[in-house]
C-alpha cells in the first residue's frame, strides 16, 4: 500500500456481531505488526474498530546465504549440546534452506540428540512440524528464563546453537561464553524498516496528536520500530507520553511488550498469548477503560473516540465536534465558557470557531437535545448527575 495510510471501515456483512455497534466501534486503533496483519485487523473492524495499518517492520531473508550454511555445516560437524529455536518462521526457515542443501535429514538428527529448547507456542509449533520434540519451553517466552535453564543445566565446555530472532543477541551470547560455553549463531533472517516508512511515520504524528486511541503489538521488535521511527521524526517523547497516557498499548505478551515496558510504558496483555485473545483483550478494556456513559436530555450517550453513541446508535463526529463534547463531558451539568471550550479545539483560532463546532455537534446528535446554551455564559450538557460515570 504505497504511500497512504490503510483506514479500514468496520465490516458491513460479517455475521453475528453486526446485530449492532460492535464494542470498538468509534474507536481507531494502529496496527504495527507485519506478518498477520490483515487477520488481525479483519479481527478488529468486525468488532466496529477503525483500523489503520502501519507495519513497523518486515522480515527479509538473508542476502547471502553463506553465514548459514557455514553455521549449519558447523552444527553438522561437532554436534551442539543445546539448540536454542526463538522464533517459529526462523526455525521454520533454517530447515528450508538446508533442505534445499540436501542437508535437513542430517540437521534434524543433530537437533534431535541434543537438547532442544523452543521459546513459545508458535515455536514448538514449528519444532513438531519437524518431526521434533523440544526438551524444555519457558513459560513466560522469554530469553531470561532460557538463559537461567541452560545455565542452571551447566553449558561449561559445552556446544549451544542458537537460532536467532532478526537481529544478534550479543548480552545473551555473551552469559553463555563467560559460563564456559561455545556458542554458535544461527542467522535466518533480519528485521528491516517497512519499505515504505510512510504509514508508520503518519501514525506516529496521529498517535501524538489524539487521533488514534490504542495501538496494538504483536511483536517486541514492532514495539522498538515505532519508537524508533519516532526518534527520527523527533516524536520519541510526545510518543511516549501519549502512550502512558490517553493512548493504550496492548501487546500480544510480555516479550512484544518489553521495549514498551522498560520505557515506562503501561500495556494491556490477553491472558493467553494468541491473537483471538489479545483482540478479546481490546474490546474489553478499550470501552471500559476510554469509554464514557451518561444520561443527557432524556438519551444515553457512551463517548467513544471518534464517535458518540446516541440511545445505542453510532454518530461518527469530526474532530471539532468530538473535542466540544469531550470538554463538556469531562465536566457534565456543568457550564464552560467559549473561551475554555477554544481552548480544547484542535485548530481553533476564534470564539467563531466554537459555535460552528457546537452547531455541527448538535447537527451530529440529532434530536437529542443534549447541548445547551447558557446566555452570556456558555454551554453546557444537559445530564443527570446521578446517570454519569
Do not use: N
Not at 4 to 26: F, I, K, V
Not at 103 to 127: F, P, Y
Amino acid at each position: 500500500m504505497s504511500g497512504t495510510l490503510a483506514y479500514s471501515l468496520p465490516a458491513l456483512h460479517a455475521g453475528p456481531l453486526d446485530a449492532g455497534p460492535g464494542p470498538l466501534a468509534g474507536f481507531t486503533i494502529g496496527v504495527t505488526a507485519d506478518q498477520r496483519r490483515a487477520e488481525l485487523a479483519a479481527l478488529l473492524e468486525r468488532r466496529g474498530a477503525r483500523v489503520i495499518q502501519a507495519p513497523a517492520l518486515r522480515i527479509v531473508p538473508l542476502p547471502d546465504e553463506r553465514e548459514l550454511l557455514a553455521a549449519t555445516r558447523q552444527c553438522l560437524a561437532t554436534p551442539p549440546d543445546f539448540v536454542i529455536a526463538t522464533t517459529g518462521i526462523g526455525f521454520r526457515g533454517w530447515l528450508e534452506a538446508v533442505d534445499g542443501w540436501g542437508l535437513r535429514e542430517a540437521l534434524v538428527d543433530r537437533i534431535a540428540a541434543a537438547t532442544l529448547v523452543a521459546r513459545g507456542r508458535k515455536t514448538c509449533g514449528a519444532v513438531r512440524a519437524a518431526g521434533l520434540v523440544e526438551t524444555w519451553a519457558p513459560p513466560a517466552e522469554s530469553l531470561a528464563e532460557i538463559l537461567a535453564y541452560l545455565l542452571a543445566e551447566g553449558v561449561a565446555g559445552k556446544r549451544v546453537a542458537i537460532q536467532l530472532q532478526g537481529e544478534p543477541l550479543p548480552g545473551f551470547a555473551a552469559a553463555l561464553r563467560e559460563a564456559g560455553a561455545e556458542v554458535v549463531e544461527i542467522p535466518v533472517y533480519r528485521w528491516q524498516p517497512p519499505a515504505d516508512p510512510g504509514p508508520l511515520h503518519r501514525l506516529i504524528e496521529q498517535i501524538v496528536t489524539g487521533q488514534v486511541d490504542a495501538v496494538a503489538f504483536t511483536s517486541a521488535p514492532a514495539a522498538s520500530g515505532l519508537l524508533r521511527a519516532a526518534r527520527e521524526d523527533g516524536l520519541e517523547d510526545a510518543l511516549l507520553a501519549a502512550l502512558r497516557s490517553e493512548v493504550l498499548a496492548f501487546c500480544v505478551g510480555p516479550i512484544a511488550a518489553s521495549p514498551l515496558t522498560v520505557r515506562g510504558v503501561p500495556t494491556r496483555q490477553p491472558g493467553r498469548r494468541r491473537l483471538g485473545s489479545l483482540v478479546h483483550e481490546m474490546a474489553t478494556k478499550l470501552p471500559a477503560e476510554r469509554g464514557r456513559v451518561f444520561r443527557a436530555a432524556g438519551h444515553m450517550l457512551e463517548i467513544r473516540g471518534h464517535a458518540v453513541l446516541v440511545d445505542g446508535e453510532l454518530r461518527v463526529l469530526p474532530p471539532a465536534p468530538m473535542a466540544v463534547l469531550r470538554a463538556l463531558a469531562r465536566r457534565p451539568g456543568h457550564v464552560l465558557s467559549r473561551a475554555e471550550l477554544l481552548r480544547a479545539l484542535p485548530r481553533g483560532e476564534d470564539e467563531h470557531a466554537v459555535e460552528m463546532a457546537v452547531a455541527r455537534l448538535r447537527h451530529a446528535l440529532g434530536r437529542a437535545r443534549c447541548v445547551q446554551t447558557v446566555v452570556k455564559r456558555g454551554y453546557r450538557l444537559a445530564v443527570d448527575p446521578e446517570a454519569c460515570r
